[in-house]
T-cell receptor, first 110, second 113 residues
Framework: AQRVTQPEKLLSVFKGAPVELKCNYS??????LFWYVQYSRQRLQLLLR??SRESIKGFTADLNKGETSFHLKKPFAQEEDSAMYYC????????????FGTGTLLAVQP | EAGVTQFPSHSVIEKGQTVTLRCDPI?????LYWYRRVMGKEIKFLLH????????ESGMPNNRFLAERTGGTYSTLKVQPAELEDSGVYFC???????????FGPGTRLTVT
């Protein structure tokens, strides 16, 4: 079965603390993994994708095929990072429909 | 560049009524996707258009949902008749191609009472 699991509904950290948002996936094949973010009163937007291997806004995510994980990390959280974060995957084919996790709300306290 | 737009932003209808949601993709984007998030659940794929053709409609829940994309520009998603479980946020996304980034619209919040 194709599935994305985000075990935490809410993650609350203090400003300056490290952040790790967990994501595990189940997929038969080689999926592409993404992190999407939705800030308050804004639309869903792509944060990063594993094939680009970029660091966006200080966030990184490494695909671990052995553990089927794609955790999102940031060494020092900022208040403006507070948002809803969704892990997603897509297959490689004619339709790259996204399969989303349930999302994790990150709250960064001052 | 204008982003993906959706209309209306919010719709409240009674069970049994009909509602039509509209999505205008980014100009030049041949690929258009519909997703929805039901309360407490994950965002789920509904269907994918390439121009005016349905590439994948495996996520459409039942035959009360009808999606069209005449002329390969904007798309409509009609729910007829609406049921209580159809309440949720319906998102539209567009992309240049299947391997390109999907850009999301703001969503339409549908409430069926």
């Amino acid at each position: 079965a194709q599935r994305v699991t985000q075990p935490e509904k809410l993650l609350s950290v203090f400003k300056g603390a490290p952040v790790e948002l967990k994501c595990n996936y189940s997929y038969s094949g080689s999926p592409e993994l993404f992190w999407y973010v939705q800030y308050s009163r804004q639309r869903l937007q792509l944060l990063l994708r594993h094939i680009s291997r970029e660091s966006i806004k200080g966030f990184t995510a490494d695909l671990n095929k052995g553990e089927t994980s794609f955790h999102l990390k940031k060494p020092f959280a900022q208040e403006e990072d507070s948002a809803m974060y969704y892990c997603a995957l897509s297959g490689r084919g004619a339709t790259n429909k996204l399969i989303f996790g349930t999302g994790t709300l990150l709250a960064v306290q001052p | 560049e204008a982003g993906v737009t959706q209309f209306p932003s919010h719709s409240v209808i009674e069970k049994g009524q009909t509602v039509t949601l509209r999505c205008d993709p980014i100009s030049g984007h041949d690929n258009l996707y519909w997703y929805r998030r039901v309360m407490g659940k994950e965002i789920k794929f509904l269907l994918h258009f390439v121009k005016e053709s349905k590439q994948d409609e495996s996520g459409m829940p039942n035959n009360r949902f009808l999606a069209e994309r005449t002329g390969g520009t904007y798309s409509t998603l009609k729910v007829q008749p609406a049921e209580l479980e159809d309440s949720g946020v319906y998102f539209c996304a567009s992309s240049k191609g299947p391997s390109y980034e999907q850009y999301f619209g703001p969503g339409t919040r549908l409430t069926v009472t």
